[in-house]
C-alpha cells in the first residue's frame, strides 16, 4: 500500500525518541550535550521524588516532586508513564510531550526500562534506543566513580542495571557509550531521520 502523502513527516508520534539503559552508563551526560548545543531537540523534564544531585536544577533536570504530588499526578493521570526505580518515583508529564508531538517538535524522552516498556504499549511508533556501556566493569567504574550515591543505592542500581542490560534486545537500536560526543553524533541522526 503507498505511504500517506506526507506521511513521514506529519506531526506524530513518530517524532518521539526514547533513550534508555542502565544507570551509570551516561544518559544524563549526553542528555546535558544535547540541551547545551542542540535547543531544537525538545527534552522532557520528568518529575521524580528523589532528592535533587548538586548542580541540578528544578524545571531543567527534573521537577523535583513530593510523595502527596507525585501521588496526585498519578491520581489525575498527567503521566504519560511513570515507575519506581532503586527507592524513588520518576514519571513524564504527559501534556507537554503531547503538545511538542503535535507541533512536529522532535521530543526525546530518558527513562528507565519499565516506562520505556510502558511507552512502546501507548505510543508504538516512538524510536527505542538503548545506550549500552563498554563493558560490565567501566558501568561500575562510572556509577561508583560518580560519587553521587551511598553504597546502598550503588548496589541498587547495579542489580537493576543487570535487568536493563538483559532487555537490550528488546530495543530498535543500540549505540555504545564509549565517546559521549560519538554517542550524541550518532542519536541526533537518529533523532532527526525520518521515521517510517
Ligand atoms: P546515567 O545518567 O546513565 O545514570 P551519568 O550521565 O550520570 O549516567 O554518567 C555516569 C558517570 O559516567 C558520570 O560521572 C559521567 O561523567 C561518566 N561518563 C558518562 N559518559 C562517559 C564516557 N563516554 N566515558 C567516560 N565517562 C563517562
Ligand atoms: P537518576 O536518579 O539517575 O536521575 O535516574 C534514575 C533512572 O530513572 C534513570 O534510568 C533514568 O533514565 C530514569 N528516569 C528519569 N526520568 C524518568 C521518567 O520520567 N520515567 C521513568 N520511567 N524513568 C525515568
Redesign the pocket.
Known amino acids: 500500500m503507498p505511504a500517506e502523502p506526507g506521511a513521514v513527516n506529519s506531526p506524530s508520534a513518530k517524532r518521539l525518541t526514547v ?6 552508563v551516561g ?2 551526560t549526553v542528555v546535558d550535550a544535547i540541551r547545551r548545543d542542540h535547543p531544537d531537540v525538545w527534552l ?1 523534564v ?3 521524588t ?1 532528592p535533587p ?1 548538586p548542580g541540578e536544577r528544578e524545571g531543567v ?2 521537577h523535583f516532586v513530593s510523595d502527596e504530588e507525585f501521588d496526585r499526578l498519578i491520581a489525575e493521570d498527567e ?5 519506581e ?2 527507592g ?1 518515583r ?3 508529564p504527559r501534556a507537554p510531550v503531547s503538545e511538542r508531538i503535535a507541533a512536529g517538535v522532535p521530543v526525546l ?8 516498556r ?1 511507552v512502546r504499549d501507548s505510543m508504538p511508533e516512538a524510536l527505542h534506543v538503548f545506550l549500552a556501556p563498554p563493558s560490565w566493569e567501566e558501568l561500575v567504574r562510572r556509577l561508583t566513580g560518580r560519587g ?1 550515591e551511598p553504597d546502598e543505592v550503588i548496589q541498587r ?1 547495579l542489580e ?1 542495571a543487570r535487568t ?1 542490560l538483559a532487555a537490550e534486545k528488546e530495543f530498535d537500536t543500540t549505540l555504545v557509550n564509549t565517546s559521549v560526543r560519538d554517542v550524541c553524533d550518532e542519536l541526533l541522526a537518529l533523532i532527526r531521520a525520518p521515521k517510517v
Open positions: 533513550l534508555s539503559g542502565p544507570s551509570g544518559k544524563s522532557s520528568s518529575a521524580t528523589r544531585r533536570q527534573y503521566l504519560l508513564e511513570w515507575a526505580f532503586a524513588n520518576y514519571g513524564t524522552l530518558e527513562i528507565e526500562l519499565q516506562g520505556a510502558q553521587t542500581r537493576a536493563e
